[in-house]
Every structure is written in C-alpha cells, then in structure tokens.
C-alpha cells in the first residue's frame, strides 16, 4: 500500500517516495543548523535557539523572507541525522530545539525523536496552515508552539499565498495548539513550554492585521503571547505586487502595535522598525547549510 502524503491540510495525497506534492519535497531535506539568537527574547535567551531549516513549504508566499529554502534548497538527511543534529544543538548550550517550517516533514521528525528525544524544549515554528491530525500526532513532542497567523482576509491569502481557507485553517490549528498547551511556563525568562502566535504585518493590509488581533483577543486568553513583526521587506516575488513592494511605513506598524495595546492583548512583542532589512535573513549559501 502506497504512503499516501495527509500531512498538511493540502492533502496531496501523493507517495512523496515517488512524487512530490505542494510542498514540492520527497524525503527529509534540510537547509541550515545552527544557533539563532534573533527569535523571540523567551526563545532565543542569551545562548539562541537551535534553529533547523526544513527545505519545502506548503504555503510559498510570495514575499517568504526564507525562499531559497521554502523554493527547494537544501540537504538530504535521513531521521539519524536529525537526531545527531538534536544532539549537536544540545552540546552547543541552544535554549531549545527550533524546528522550521516542520509540518511536511512531521513524520520523520517523530522517527528522529523516537532515536534521540532531545533533553530541551521542542519549538513547532509553523506558517499556522497546519492538519489537526498532524499536531495530535506531535501532542507528546513538542513542547512549545509558534504559529504564523499571516492572515484574516481569504482574500490577501489567496492572493499572496494560494490558500483560499486559511483563515479557518489556522485558526482551528491555533486552537487546537491552546488546547495542546494551556499554560505558558517561563522559567529564568526562557519559555519551556507554550504558545507564541506570530503575525508579520504587510504594507496595505492594516485591516487584515486588526482582523487576526481581534480573532486572538476573542478567542484566546488576552495574556497569549503575540509576536507583532514589522521586519517586513520586499523580497522573493513581492515586486509582482505593487501595493506589497516595499518596506513597511512606520505608521502602519504604530497602528498595528497600538491596536494590540487597545484589544488589551499586554504580552505583545514589537520590534524596532531597524529588522526590517535582508541583514537578519540567516545565511542558506553551502558553507552554512548544516553546523
């Protein structure tokens, strides 16, 4: 019987053995390993995160920051490796283990933890377009969740990410991952377990970004940890969209930032409008592919 692909809500159904489905990925493929010390301050610490780039995505947005990876760039692995990079990762003090765009890969991420359970903190960095299959599957291993909530509007969605249903994707995938991870444990200002929903706010699209705000605020306990990014820059195939050329304006983060403090969303993490630059994009060239 084939391996039929229901990794992600896709549903490709596709033997990636044989043929590759949306994510455009077969077997494990990896682009970097390495410490990273510009997520989150409750991630990243004074150490960094053991950060693992998974090559594929199943959302290819057209302004992905990271699109040499999510386009195919990479290096094959097998679930040993991984785990010897778990192990490399811990030896090198990371705070936890951040796994990447993960989801097509969930499998040979449970294989890699049944050879190596890493003694830190697992993170499911996600672009929120997840199965609810997939994330029972993970409820014993990952310890922290952080979902990308790109989008209120199906319509920016489609446009920017060909995902008609993401809102209501996402949003089942959020409360699920809650439901998965009640309680936030912070320990000497590291996260050990949890939730952070992020959302990178788009030049144009203040409405959206109020939107996904005003889902969080009404659904989600207001003390949920939010990552409001502002490190927008036009890259990949951003120019082919004129209204999403370009840097975002300082206005338009200072209405995204003031609209959290009004919903009363408090543990909202803002960044200096200075991120938004190619400079803090990690290096994918082949001398810093792995470690």
């Not at 077997?27 to 390495?34: C, D, G, Q, T």
């Not at 610490?45 to 999510?70: D, P, R, W």
Request: proline share 4%; with cysteine; charged share 25%.
């Amino acid at each position: 019987m084939e391996n039929l692909c229901l990794l992600c809500p896709r549903k490709c159904s596709v033997d990636r053995s044989k043929t590759r489905g949306y994510c455009n990925q077969g077997s494990l493929k990896i682009a970097r390993a390495a410490l990273h010390k510009w997520e989150e301050p409750i991630i990243s610490g004074s150490k960094g995160s053991g950060t693992i780039f998974f090559s594929g995505c199943n959302l290819k947005c057209a302004y992905c920051q990271n699109f040499e990876v999510s386009r195919g760039k990479g290096k094959d692995m097998t679930s040993s490796s991984l785990a010897d990079l778990f192990k490399k990762l811990e030896d090198l003090q990371a705070h936890n283990i951040n796994l990447v765009t993960p989801t097509h890969f969930a499998d040979d991420i449970i294989k890699a933890c049944e050879i190596y359970k890493p003694k830190i903190p697992i993170v499911y960095n996600c672009g929120g377009y997840e199965s609810l299959g997939t994330l029972e599957k993970l409820k014993d291993l990952v310890d922290i969740f952080i979902p990308d909530f790109k989008y209120s509007d199906n319509a920016l969605a489609t446009k920017y990410s060909n995902c008609k249903d993401y809102f209501q994707v996402c949003t089942n995938a959020l409360i699920k991952m809650r439901q998965l991870r009640p309680i936030d444990i912070i320990e000497n200002g590291i996260m050990k377990k949890g939730l952070i929903i992020r959302h990178l706010v788009l030049p144009n699209a203040t409405e959206n970004t109020k939107g996904v705000l005003d889902w969080i605020a009404n659904n989600m306990p207001k003390d949920t940890y939010i990552s409001l990014m502002g490190q927008y820059v036009p890259v990949c195939d951003a120019y082919k969209f004129p209204e999403i050329n370009r840097k975002l304006k300082p206005l338009e983060y200072k209405i995204a930032t003031q609209y959290a403090l009004k919903l009363g969303l408090d543990n909202t993490f803002v960044q200096s409008l200075d991120s938004a630059t190619e400079d803090f994009i990690p290096d994918f060239d082949e001398t810093s592919l792995i470690l």
